[in-house]
C-alpha cells in the first residue's frame, strides 16, 4: 500500500488560495489519488481525485506532475467554513485493496 | 437520499459487554468499510466487504468481527468491550471500482465509549 506524507497543519487568511502538498513516492501503476475532507464530528466527505495531470471540480483543483510521486490539492478562495482536516490517499480499491487514511493536514482558515 | 445511515449514533458500555453497530446504505454499493479514528488521529481501518459473504481484514481488526450477509448491511461487533475501544466509528461505501476508484461515502459517526 502506497504511504502519503502531508503536512500536519496550514493557517491562512480568508480569500487566499490554500495549496496542500502530499508526497506519495512509491505509487503504483494503477493507484488513484484521492483527497477528504473531514469536519468535526462528521465522517469524512470526498473532494477531489486523479490519476496524473489536472483535474477540477466546483470544490478545488488536483494538480500530479507527470512522476505521480506527489499531488497538491488546490483551494481557491478559501472562507472560514474550510476549516477542517485535508486527507490525502493513494491506492487502487479495485484491486481489492483498501485505503489508509494517515493524519491528515488540519487546515485553519482565519479572518 | 439517505446514503450511509449508522446506528447508535452514541453509546456508553461497560468492560467486557458487547454490542453491534449497524451499518446500512441505500446506494447498491458492492464495498463496505469500517473505520474507527481516535482523537486528533486520523482513521484506521478495522474491516471491510468487496461484496455479500465476502470480508477482510484491515489494520487493526482484533476485538471486532463483521459479517455481510446482504449488499445494504454491514454491522460491526464488539464482543468483549475494552476501554481500548473507546473511539468515534465510521461505516463507508463505495461502488465497485472497475478500472478506476470510487469515492467512499462516510456515514455520521457511531460515538463509542467504553466504561
Known amino acids: 500500500l502506497a504511504k502519503t506524507t502531508q503536512p500536519i497543519s496550514m493557517d491562512s487568511y480568508e480569500g487566499q488560495e490554500v495549496n496542500i502538498t502530499c508526497s506519495h513516492n512509491?505509487?503504483?501503476?494503477?493507484?488513484?489519488i484521492t483527497w477528504y475532507q473531514q469536519f468535526p464530528s462528521q465522517g469524512p466527505r470526498f473532494i477531489i481525485q486523479?490519476?496524473?495531470t489536472k483535474v477540477t471540480n466546483e470544490v478545488a483543483s488536483l494538480f500530479i506532475p507527470a512522476d505521480r510521486k506527489s499531488s497538491t490539492l488546490s483551494l481557491p478562495r478559501v472562507s472560514l467554513s474550510d476549516t477542517a482536516v485535508y486527507y490525502c490517499?493513494?491506492?487502487?480499491?479495485?484491486?481489492?485493496?483498501?485505503?489508509?487514511f494517515g493524519k491528515g493536514t488540519t487546515l485553519s482558515v482565519s479572518s | 437520499n439517505a446514503g450511509v445511515t449508522q446506528t447508535p449514533k452514541f453509546r456508553i458500555l461497560k468492560i467486557g459487554q458487547s454490542m453491534t453497530l449497524q451499518c446500512t446504505q441505500d446506494?447498491?454499493?458492492?464495498?463496505m468499510y469500517w473505520y474507527r479514528q481516535d482523537p486528533g488521529m486520523g482513521l484506521k481501518l478495522i474491516y471491510y466487504?468487496?461484496?455479500?459473504?465476502?470480508?477482510d481484514k484491515g489494520e487493526v481488526p482484533n476485538g471486532y468481527n463483521v459479517s455481510r450477509s446482504t449488499t445494504e448491511d454491514f454491522p460491526l461487533r464488539l464482543e468483549l468491550a475494552a476501554p481500548s475501544q473507546t473511539s468515534v466509528y465510521f461505516c463507508?461505501?463505495?461502488?465497485?471500482?472497475?478500472?478506476?476508484?470510487?469515492?467512499?461515502?462516510f456515514g455520521d459517526g457511531t460515538r463509542l465509549s467504553i466504561l
Open positions: 463507508a461505501s463505495s461502488s465497485h471500482a472497475g478500472v478506476s476508484n470510487q469515492p467512499q461515502h
Open positions: 512509491n505509487i503504483a501503476t494503477n493507484d488513484y
Open positions: 486523479g490519476y496524473k
Open positions: 490517499l493513494v491506492g487502487d480499491i479495485g484491486a481489492g485493496t483498501a485505503l489508509i
Open positions: 446506494m447498491n454499493h458492492n464495498y
Open positions: 466487504s468487496v461484496g455479500a459473504g465476502i470480508t
